[in-house]
């Protein structure tokens, strides 16, 4: 099917219309929940307490955490997918790029990158991890891709982020979106960020999108990864309010990184940089 009858964007984050379907593929569903029954837990401390000031403690509590799960839900079945619309669009692909996409989940990001490819290729990696978004699978993705009219440019392969089965400088683009936390120890962490780096071509770019990016920054530039920027996503991607909040590093890949990224791949991983 051409691209012409395809929707403008995928419907809702999984492919899928209807609210359940969509909050069956949120992101983090288990702190989400956490969140819920915490705001309920407030509420009902609040309603049981003796009447007068002490029972506003409970009830701003139950406030704050009830925000929370609304900034958790539209960050993660509206606005990320918002963002990555924007950020895919300022890449200005020429549409004959392979792009990966590390820790795929189902499949929104990759199909909204695959879209704007002609004769390129779409592939994304995972190993997909319920406990990181809800209703997880490779099957997922592979619906995703086919609802957007982009399966027949795209893959979905299985594999972890900490060893990318792809040769040095495969990529001319590589993304990631809200997956590398996901990664523990840090030092582990390190290493899928320096597998970014090494399969990415000489003049590609990464984008990265994710919390907890401390030391990332860092990382790319001691990697020999050039125009390396961070910025926050901005409130169509706040987790818990302006408290948890994701920030958007770009970098491109220098024509003299490879050697640099290679090198650290071979480096033993420590448990030790905690
Ligand atoms: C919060 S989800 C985000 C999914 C997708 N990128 C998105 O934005 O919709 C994080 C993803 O990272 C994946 N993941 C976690 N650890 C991984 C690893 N070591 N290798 C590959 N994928 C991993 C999880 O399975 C999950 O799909």
């Known amino acids: 099917m051409s691209d012409q009858v395809a929707p403008a964007r995928p419907e809702g984050i999984a492919g899928r219309s209807g609210l359940w379907q969509r909050l069956r593929s949120v992101d983090g569903p288990w702190e989400v929940t956490a969140l819920g029954v915490v705001s309920v837990l407030c509420w009902t401390t609040a309603a049981l307490a003796p009447a007068g000031a002490w029972r506003l403690v409970p009830a701003a509590g139950g406030a704050f955490f009830f925000v929370g799960v609304a900034c958790f839900l539209y960050s993660s079945l509206s606005g990320k997918q918002a963002v990555w619309d924007d950020l895919i669009d300022q890449l200005a692909m020429q549409g004959s790029e392979h792009v990966l996409d590390v820790g795929c989940g189902r499949g929104a990001v990759l199909t909204t990158a695959a879209r704007r490819l002609t004769d390129g290729r779409a592939v994304g990696i995972d190993l997909w991890r319920q406990r990181d978004q809800a209703g997880n699978s490779a ?3 592979w619906d995703a891709a086919r ?18 089965p792809f040769g040095d400088a495969t990529f001319d ?4 979106s809200m997956a590398v936390h996901n990664v523990h120890p840090l030092s582990l962490r390190r290493r899928a960020i320096a597998e970014t780096v090494r399969v990415l071509k000489p003049g590609g770019m990464l984008i990265m999108l994710d919390i907890k990016v401390r030391g990332r920054v860092r990382q790319l530039t001691s990697l ?19 408290l948890v909040r ?7 890949k220098s024509p003299a990184t490879g050697h640099l990224a290679n090198a650290m791949m071979s480096q033993p991983v420590t448990a030790t940089e905690y």
Do not use: Q, Y
Not at 147 to 164: C, G, I, S
Not at 173 to 176: G, I, K, N, P, R
């Open 246 to 252: 994701t920030t958007v590093i770009t970098a491109r």
């Open 173 to 176: 683009v590589v993304l990631t």
């Open 224 to 242: 020999g990864m050039c125009s390396v920027t961070s910025r926050s996503a901005g409130p169509r991607m706040w987790w818990l309010g302006p």
């Open 139 to 141: 099957l997922a993705a």
């Open 147 to 164: 609802a957007a009219h982009v399966a027949e440019r795209t893959e979905f392969l299985t594999a972890d982020m900490t060893e990318l």
